[in-house]
């Protein structure tokens, strides 16, 4: 159990507000709740700050400018309907510590208001999975390998170089590790924090790691492990004559936001609800996103929202209780 907290909640919503206030009592913290700015304005600093952002004409924005201004040292969480990258690119820039938008776990408001990483349920991991060696061996290795990136949330261009790496390891399996006899080898996959690692072992011939210019001496023209280097942040190969090779790729697993201006939309596989509003509001501004800036699968997504919805398309089917 943490250490007891005093919290001053300004929620205008009672619902809202009894849930907060008694999962936070419920942790042993004084919970004081306000309904409005002004309320909460006359109140001392406490040591954490949970706002609702959408409180009418003054928000919870500026409440949270009025407490950077006087320098106060509470801890902001700042809860949104509308989680823009506005607004919350400016309640982050404002000192709010998270930002979280209805609906929220309870778990995820707890975790922020008492300033600890909500743990994560389960470490992403691809079971051991055994592939036999042929000659489409390299593209079944391929696809399972940016299926499992994509289900993870890797960006688009980190999912390109860690599954053609793979692809590049498994065709050397292919041409080098059993010659004319059958065989097969394993892939794994898992992530250690932010890095993805894959592992492909096979029970070949082996050869000896020991011997250099293993990347050195070959570019990436005519050499597959050297274009595997060039791909990767890491690369390990374990080896010896007749005990098969071990290799471990490491990634660092990107994934895409428009937490800023400089994001990389080629990287995006689709549009949250707000990124698609901020999108469509910016395509009609003078320093906005131009439509030819856009790859060619948001263009045609963002092509679609500017002509808006078909009617003939849209099956309407009375609900019979």
Not at 31 to 44: I, L, N
Not at 229 to 242: C, D, F, H, T, Y
Request: glycine residues 8%; hydrophobic residues 40%; aromatic residues 4%.
């Amino acid at each position: 159990m943490s250490q007891s907290l005093e919290v001053l909640l300004v929620e205008p919503e009672e619902f809202t507000a009894n849930s907060v206030r008694q999962a936070l009592e419920s942790r042993s913290h004084k919970v004081m709740v306000c309904r409005s700015p002004e309320e909460a304005a006359m109140q001392p600093d406490p040591d954490v700050l949970v706002t609702n952002i959408h409180l009418g004409e003054n928000s919870g924005l500026d409440l949270l400018s009025s407490l950077r201004s006087r320098g106060s040292k509470t801890r902001t969480v700042a809860i949104t309907d509308l989680p823009t990258f506005e607004i919350c690119q400016q309640a982050l820039r404002l000192g709010a510590s998270e930002v979280l938008a209805k609906p929220f776990r309870i778990e995820e408001l707890i975790s922020a208001v008492e300033g600890k990483e909500l743990p994560s349920l389960h470490q992403p991991t691809l079971a051991p999975f055994h592939t036999v060696a042929h000659e489409n061996a390299p593209q079944v290795i391929g696809r399972k390998i940016a299926a499992f990136a994509l289900e993870c949330g890797v960006a688009l261009a980190t999912r390109a170089r860690i599954s053609s790496a793979c692809v590049e390891i498994a065709d050397n399996v292919l041409q080098h590790a059993y010659g004319k006899t059958e065989g097969s080898f394993m892939t794994q996959a898992w992530f250690e924090d932010s890095t993805m690692l894959v592992k492909i072992t096979d029970k070949g011939v082996g050869f000896d790691v020991l011997s250099g210019g293993l990347i050195e001496s070959k570019s990436t023209l005519d050499g597959g492990l050297a274009r595997v280097s060039a791909l990767i942040e890491g690369l390990e190969v374990q080896s010896s004559p007749g005990l098969g090779t071990q290799v471990t790729l490491r990634v660092h697993a990107v994934s895409t936001r428009f937490d800023n201006d400089d994001a990389d939309l080629s990287d995006v596989d689709f549009l949250l609800p707000g990124d698609a509003c901020r999108m469509l509001r910016q395509l009609g501004e003078p320093q906005g996103i131009e439509a030819s800036q856009l790859p060619a699968h948001l263009a045609i997504c963002v092509g679609r929202l500017l002509s808006g919805p078909d009617p003939k398309a849209i099956l309407r089917t009375p609900i019979k209780s």
